[in-house]
């Protein structure tokens, strides 16, 4: 019996130890198996990358090169839009940011002017554009953009939009565009001082300047004028600004808010952001106890504008006009839309 009770000690012995041997070595086989399906999921993708025109060549000195990065998921998940307040995400519109505009167009102004106005849009909105997106170009952009890319490409959570930006990004270098050195990113994926993503890079980028390239990665008329075109493409109105910051009534957080439907049908840019709610005339808001941020009554101009709630509590709201959903084309958010509005006031001196 004893030697029965041994051998049974042993055999659950040694199954306790080979249990504790494959989890130790389950994460590294695991991490094995995702590489190869990361390596597996790039050759199909260079497949159609040939299938689109893109040259062996240029696939072949990019493709071997690409590794995926983890942190990139994770800075897509926490994306300061998502996760700030709006006090404090607006806090981006600092004092200094603010400065460092006014000096660009003191310096630069002759260019920008020109080069915004030749697209009908106005020279603050792309000072603005540039100061949030990359302190006006002075923003270390360092990421390699084809890893960034393609760890988004294969995330579940954007992947065919990602894709898509991938095989501009190809596209690019394949044409002659941008060099691979050349070709640096945020963590998002956006090239350049603009920020503008390969595809938008391909359909907006301008030669403002005539030298035969369009060079997003110095400041200059081709920054200028793509940013300015990019506007343009949305139906920007250059006989408007973007709205205004405003007090609301007593209650008027949890009053004024409205389905899109029940109002005014808003401008064809517009009505994909249906949480921006119902859309009135300023006279209507104006009735409904909207004031100015002073007090002071609204403008009586016909406009029609949504109202957009800051955070809870502080009784502050935005009138936002059809400019501000051209903002919202280049980045789709609240938040950052409104700081670009905010500091294009504050570069140009406009007070409420």
């Known amino acids: 019996m004893n030697v029965v009770r041994s051998s049974l000690f042993a055999l659950s012995t040694l199954a306790a130890a080979l249990t504790y041997a494959q989890e130790e070595v389950a994460p590294e086989a695991s991490e094995a198996e995702?590489?190869?399906?990361?390596?597996?999921?790039?050759?199909?993708?260079?497949?159609?990358?040939?299938?689109?025109?893109?040259?062996?060549?240029?696939?072949?000195?990019?493709?071997?090169?690409?590794?995926?990065?983890?942190?990139?998921?994770?800075?897509?998940?926490?994306?300061?839009?998502?996760?700030?307040?709006?006090?404090?995400?607006?806090?981006?519109?600092?004092?200094?940011?603010?400065?460092?505009?006014?000096?660009?167009?003191?310096?630069?102004?002759?260019?920008?002017?020109?080069?915004?106005?030749?697209?009908?849009?106005?020279?603050?909105?792309?000072?603005?554009?540039?100061?949030?997106?990359?302190?006006?170009?002075?923003?270390?952009?360092?990421?390699?953009?084809?890893?960034?890319?393609?760890?988004?490409?294969?995330?579940?959570?954007?992947?065919?939009?990602?894709?898509?930006?991938?095989?501009?990004?190809?596209?690019?270098?394949?044409?002659?565009?941008?060099?691979?050195?050349?070709m640096k990113s945020s963590w998002a994926g956006a090239l350049g001082a603009p920020q503008f993503m390969p595809g938008s890079y391909l359909r907006l980028a301008v030669d403002q300047d005539g030298d035969g390239k369009r060079d997003l990665w110095n400041m200059g008329p081709d920054v200028i004028g793509s940013v300015a075109n990019y506007l343009k493409s949305t139906g920007w109105q250059d006989n408007q600004t973007w709205g205004r910051v405003v007090s609301l009534p007593p209650g008027g957080e949890q009053s004024l808010p409205a389905p899109q439907n029940t109002g005014l049908s808003p401008d064809a840019s517009c009505r994909r952001y249906t949480t921006m709610g119902v859309w009135r005339d300023l006279n209507d808001w104006q009735e409904l106890g909207v004031r100015k941020a002073d007090g002071s009554d609204l403008p009586t101009r016909p406009l029609p504008a949504a109202l957009i709630i800051g955070d809870e509590g502080d009784d502050k709201g935005y009138l936002v006009y059809r400019n501000f959903c051209s903002l919202l084309r280049y980045n789709p958010s609240f938040k950052y839309a409104l700081g670009v509005s905010l500091l294009s006031d504050a570069i140009a001196g406009i007070e409420e």
């Open 34 to 182: 995702e590489s190869a399906a990361f390596q597996a999921w790039l050759g199909d993708l260079r497949i159609e990358a040939l299938e689109r025109g893109i040259s062996a060549a240029t696939l072949d000195s990019i493709i071997p090169t690409i590794e995926p990065q983890r942190r990139v998921i994770q800075a897509d998940r926490n994306q300061a839009e998502f996760v700030q307040t709006y006090a404090n995400y607006l806090e981006r519109v600092s004092d200094r940011r603010v400065e460092m505009g006014r000096e660009l167009l003191a310096e630069q102004g002759e260019m920008i002017n020109s080069a915004a106005n030749a697209h009908n849009v106005q020279a603050r909105f792309v000072a603005a554009i540039l100061g949030m997106e990359s302190n006006y170009g002075t923003f270390p952009i360092t990421e390699p953009l084809f890893n960034v890319i393609a760890t988004l490409a294969y995330d579940s959570r954007r992947g065919d939009q990602f894709r898509n930006e991938l095989f501009a990004a190809f596209e690019i270098v394949d044409k002659g565009y941008a060099s691979v050195d050349e």
